[in-house]
């Protein structure tokens, strides 16, 4: 069981790395390191675009089957949430197990240990320190990409999760949403053979308190 003795606090969660790397037919570099995935180098080339009759959305539902998630994926720009872009008000999910494992000794005070009451408290207040939300916001993904926008998450970063300061929210956990690219190949003049391909997009879903570099 963890100690931690007030005052002074010190309570730094444990360092952690988790990393993947794959290559999804030779179109994308999925490294967790790297996450959120950053934008995919495009050539400026309008004959290498889809054109409107490539742009059926019945069709293109059919060729992406049940992997359309309306609650992340959109074919028009979506309206975007303010609270997308703010931490939670109020923390969420299940308090983490080595907090429940903590045990306090005060110092200074009648009783050395805590009641239930005030021990739920500092772990409510250490909670609230560490706690890593993932944020979510609408991302463009360009025309060769079907559904064109993605619900995609970040790691909230405005502050320092752990005490005393130094550690940072980073992502722990991903999870890939599938979608469709526009792929050409062959000689641009003339000969070019292009076709909805469905390729995998990595994004956060989980963020934990860890070191940063």
């Known amino acids: 069981m963890l100690r931690l003795n007030f005052l002074g606090l010190t ?113 409510l207040w250490l909670w609230s320190y560490t706690f890593c939300p993932v944020l979510h916001a609408w991302t463009d993904m360009g025309s060769r990409f079907w559904p064109r926008h993605l619900k995609v998450g970040t790691c909230y970063n405005k502050r320092s999760c752990s005490l005393p300061e130094g550690m940072v929210c980073k992502p722990a956990k991903s999870a890939h949403l599938t ?11 003339g000969g070019l053979r292009c076709a909805w391909i469905p390729v995998r997009y990595p994004v956060i879903t989980e963020c934990k308190c860890s070191c940063s570099p």
């Open 11 to 123: 309570y730094l969660p444990i360092c952690q790395s988790q990393g993947v790397c794959q290559h999804y037919y030779h179109l994308r570099p999925i490294p967790s390191d790297t996450l959120p995935a950053g934008p995919i180098p495009e050539v400026p080339d309008p004959s290498l675009d889809p054109r409107e009759k490539d742009l059926n959305e019945t069709e293109l539902r059919s060729i992406l089957g049940g992997h359309f998630d309306a609650d992340f994926m959109s074919v028009s720009q979506p309206d975007e949430e303010p609270s997308d872009r703010e931490p939670p008000r109020r923390l969420q999910g299940a308090m983490p197990e080595d907090l429940l494992a903590l045990d306090f000794d005060l110092q200074h005070a009648k009783k050395p240990k805590p009641s239930k009451k005030l021990r739920r408290r500092l772990q």
């Open 179 to 189: 979608l469709l690219r526009w792929r050409c190949l062959g000689p641009r003049k």
